[in-house]
């Protein structure tokens, strides 16, 4: 029997990453529950968890600090899932410079920075996983989340470029990109934060937004605890996954699916419309080089 895996999951007062620590304790693993509140991981702990602050808007020499009190806990690291974000909500032209640097600032340059801390870990031991939760809004473009779609898109490209860098160590990567699950997400609270400033002008597409996310809010497709049963399978390669090798990208529910693929169908079917004029800026064959 092979031993337990360690593993460090980050966002876990709620939602996905709460159900996928449950997850990983009843399979036995070892699991290190971090969020910005540790007061918030109280069932966690209770149910066999450690727990510990990491904070991924700190500068990295204190993201570093707290990834190695997380190492420390058991002296390694196998799979690291970074599941921590929040929403901005507001269209381009409401939300500030500083609320949209906030947006990335958690979203894409906490992630970089968590990478970064545990890489040479990870190097050192010449094994890990590091899975990245993004979402389904990295192929989407919907009025008033553009700002949060697009650190997700962000980081769909960051992740595929990490694995390429370091699949020569030994360490694997794998973006895991949920559609709408049933948490508290869409509740607003402290997931969604809303723009400082509105301007008339908007009114009525905020609202048409705001009621569709409220008219989905409890009817959501995902159910996380199955989310989490499969997030573990496909990172263990074991239960759904057995047998296969697991994938640089997850979607991560039907709706996930059906989106990504309507949304690539039409982004080829534009460039094959296009494709003409694209080429026309070519120099002659010629005047080419190869």
């Not at 009843?26 to 991981?41: C, E, F, Q, T, Y």
């Not at 094994?127 to 939760?133: C, D, E, L, Y």
């Not at 694997?172 to 997931?191: A, M, V």
């Amino acid at each position: 029997m092979s031993a337990p895996k360690v593993w460090l999951v980050t966002g876990t007062s709620s939602g996905l990453g709460f159900d996928l620590a449950k997850h990983i304790l009843s399979k036995g693993d070892r699991v290190i529950a971090a969020g910005r509140n540790p007061s918030r991981l109280t069932a966690l702990k209770e149910a066999g968890a450690a727990t510990l602050k990491i904070d991924q808007n700190e500068p990295l020499d204190a993201i570093k600090k707290s990834v190695e009190e997380a190492i420390a806990v058991y002296g390694h690291i196998d799979i690291f899932v970074l599941n921590a974000a929040w929403v901005a909500c507001g269209t381009i032209e409401e939300r500030t410079p500083e609320e949209t640097l906030a947006q990335y600032h958690t979203n894409v340059f906490g992630v970089l920075n968590l990478w970064r801390a545990i890489l040479p870990h990870m190097r050192a031991r010449k094994a890990g996983i590091i899975a990245t939760v993004g979402s389904m809004g990295a192929s989407k473009f919907d009025p008033l989340i553009g700002i949060y779609h697009s650190s997700k898109a962000a980081i769909r490209n960051l992740s595929l470029t990490l694995d390429n860098e370091i699949s020569p160590f030994g360490i694997k990567t794998c973006l895991i990109e949920p559609g709408y699950f049933r948490t508290n997400l869409l509740t607003g609270g402290e997931s969604i934060i809303l723009p400082s400033t509105t301007i008339e002008k908007y009114r009525e597409i905020n609202e048409s937004v705001k009621g569709f996310l409220a008219q989905r809010d409890g009817k959501q497709l995902g159910d996380p605890k199955r989310g989490a049963t499969v997030m573990y399978d496909v990172l263990t390669s074991t239960g759904i996954a057995a047998g296969r090798e697991m994938p640089k990208t997850l979607a991560l529910g039907s709706d996930t699916v059906e989106l990504v693929t309507r949304e690539n169908n039409e982004f080829n079917k534009r460039l094959a419309e296009w494709a003409s004029v694209s080429a026309s800026t070519d120099f002659p064959p010629s005047e080419r080089f190869y």
